[in-house]
């Protein structure tokens, strides 16, 4: 009986080993298409920045994902995109880089809510050993024309600054990695946190998609090993759950990971359908004679809409 599991427990470490073989696999085909589909989509940009309002339509008709975090006030600057895109920055050939790795610019023409005309925002994949990797970012600030304009209601300024406070306390220590202490000892940290719980208690508040921008994913920050407790292990669980949401309490937009990939997987490839699938009317259907279409109704095939067409959804890559 040991000696048989044993043997399965071999099986299932060289299942493990495979699993990883089929993984490498997999992101060495998606660094080789992304490699090659990038001319392409340079070539596409072209084209479609003659288009007007592609990209508000875009956005405006884009994934739930999205559209789920679009205020009204947010909607009004997003129509002033000009121009998007998204690229796999870390790919250095069709062999080697991450591909992972996503950098987006958007591109805005003069409007009343912002100074900046483009906004560059770029997510590091994180590999780690014990799980999926994940995405991580600085908060970029947007510089608004005045307080009144800031749809985020200070929530990015106030991310921007915890995360130079927290560079500058690297500096000073001479360390990679900031002790959540002492993370929570900053006053940029105090003052985002009551910001936040501020925001989050008003009833007018609307958060904004532009948070976004804001967003940090898994912050670098050590967490002191706590001793042994001789095998209370549900009481070690539940404290270090209580110290991931002590690191994501002032995570400003805690969905961005997701947010980010759905942008890049599909409203990004995608863009063509979601615009072809706002549009009301196609070129020509006012010249189409109603009354033979009535008369060969019976005959005529099913139409399939731009949204039945549209195909699957690709699988997230972690």
């Known amino acids: 009986m040991s000696s048989s599991l044993e043997d399965v427990g071999a099986v299932f470490e060289s299942l493990g080993d495979l699993e990883k073989d089929f993984a490498q696999v997999e992101l060495d085909a998606l660094r080789n298409k992304e490699y090659s589909l990038k001319p392409l989509y340079t070539k596409r940009k072209a084209l479609l920045d003659r288009v007007p309002d592609f990209w508000p339509t ?39 880089g991450e591909p992972r790795s996503l950098r987006f610019t958007f591109e805005f023409a003069e ?18 050993e014990d799980g999926p990797g994940s995405l991580v970012s ?71 998609f532009f948070n976004w921008f804001g967003f940090r994913g898994a912050v670098n920050t050590a967490v002191p090993k706590k001793p042994a407790d001789n095998g209370a292990n549900g009481a070690d669980d539940e ?11 002032v995570e400003i937009f805690p969905a961005g990971e997701e947010v980010a990939i759905v942008l890049a997987e599909e409203l990004w490839t995608d863009a063509m359908d979601y615009f072809m699938s706002a549009q009301d009317d196609f070129p020509g259907a006012d010249e189409l004679d109603m009354d033979d279409e009535e008369e060969d109704e019976e005959d005529a ?18």
């Open 111 to 128: 409007n009343e809510f912002i100074e900046d005309k483009q906004l560059v925002k770029e997510f590091e994949y994180k590999p780690r």
């Open 58 to 96: 875009v956005f405006g008709n884009g994934p739930e994902e999205v559209q789920q975090f679009l205020s009204p006030d947010d909607l009004a600057l997003i129509s002033c995109i000009k121009s998007f895109t998204v690229d796999r920055h870390q790919i250095e050939s069709a062999t080697k």
């Open 138 to 208: 600085k908060p970029i600030p947007i510089k608004w024309k005045n307080k009144k304009k800031d749809f985020t209601h200070g929530l990015l300024d106030g991310a921007v600054e915890l995360h130079s406070a927290e560079e500058a306390l690297k500096l000073k220590n001479g360390k990679e990695q900031v002790e959540l202490v002492d993370r929570e000892a900053l006053w940029q940290h105090e003052k985002l946190r009551d910001k936040m719980v501020k925001l989050d208690e008003s009833d007018e508040h609307e958060p904004s």
């Open 301 to 318: 095939p099913e139409l399939v809409t731009a949204e039945e067409a549209r195909p699957n959804k690709r699988q997230r890559k972690n």
């Open 239 to 249: 404290d270090d759950d209580e110290e991931v949401d002590q690191m994501l309490e």
